[in-house]
């Protein structure tokens, strides 16, 4: 495919970090991915879920639940809404440091049981990089945290206003190291993770995160990614309401992609309203096709 530089950092991880020297974005890679059939498919479950702002506990078992009906689906891959763990509409709420701890330590409680165990979950959370906050979706599998995948493009207007809390993510070239605040290094014994734009290679198939805009913008990150073996996509989203949004909007994106890019596009979202100004969008989607 390219020439692959791996420059292992995170060996205590279990996993390794790689820089692609002829590519523009980076990849973790994994062990294999679990699989539950003998044909080698691969069953995966988007959750819609209805969060409430800042209603820790309340989300927190929403989450849970989901992923348990997800494995008990035979589900390898969970994929939940954008900020699932404090809810898209918290506002001015996004600029205490609270609400960032308060999302770690319901992470951490997802970590440290059996939750993941045997399942890629996609966690949408605020998380703090240096001074800058980022809307986050942290990949986990097998109690560990496997990569942190920031928004690239945020959402503004239209009654949208992420850039009032939220930096997007500018590197494109390149996974950083993100050091994980010490409560979660003694929860789950790992120190560091993959922070940025790039996909996790798993033994026989790629996966990346996309935040909700990200479908929509041009020059999606997705055509890049698609073209570099990213087979399988995985969109949370806080996506309102609208009139005819959904078939119009949305299901066309998804088509589109999907006929263009082949493999699998999983799109989750936000569900009734969650005390903030919207009603989200009830629709999940997953979309495949054969190229
Ligand atoms: N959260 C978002 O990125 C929203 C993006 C877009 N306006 C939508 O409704 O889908």
Known sequence: MFNVDFDILSRNLGVSYARLSSSSFAAVTCCELPKNL???????????????????????NNIKESISKAKEAGAVIRLGPELEITGYGCEDHFLELDTVTHAWDCL??????????????????????????YNCQVLCMNRKIIMIRPKMRPADGNG???????????????????????????????????FGYGYIQFLDTAIAAEVCK?????????????????????????????????????????????RGHGGVYMYSNQRGCDGGRFYYGTQSHRHWAYV
């Open 160 to 194: 949208y206003m992420e850039p009032r809390w939220f930096k997007p993510w500018q590197q494109k070239d390149q996974l950083v190291d993100f050091q994980l605040p010490d409560e979660i290094t003694a929860a789950i014994s790992q120190k560091s993770v993959p």
């Open 108 to 133: 951490k409680e997802i970590l440290v049981d059996d939750w993941t165990d045997g399942i890629l979950c996609s966690i949408g959370m605020p998380v703090i990089k240096g001074s800058e906050r």
């Open 38 to 60: 003998e044909m080698r498919l691969l069953k995966v479950a988007t959750c819609n879920l209805n969060q409430w702002a800042m209603d820790f506990d309340y989300n927190l």
């Open 214 to 258: 990200e479908l929509f913008t041009p020059l999606p990150f997705h055509d890049d990614l698609a073209l570099n073996g990213v087979e399988v996509f995985m969109n949370a989203s806080g996506s309102n309401h609208q009139i005819g949004k959904a078939l119009n909007t949305r299901l066309r994106a998804l088509i589109g992609f999907t």
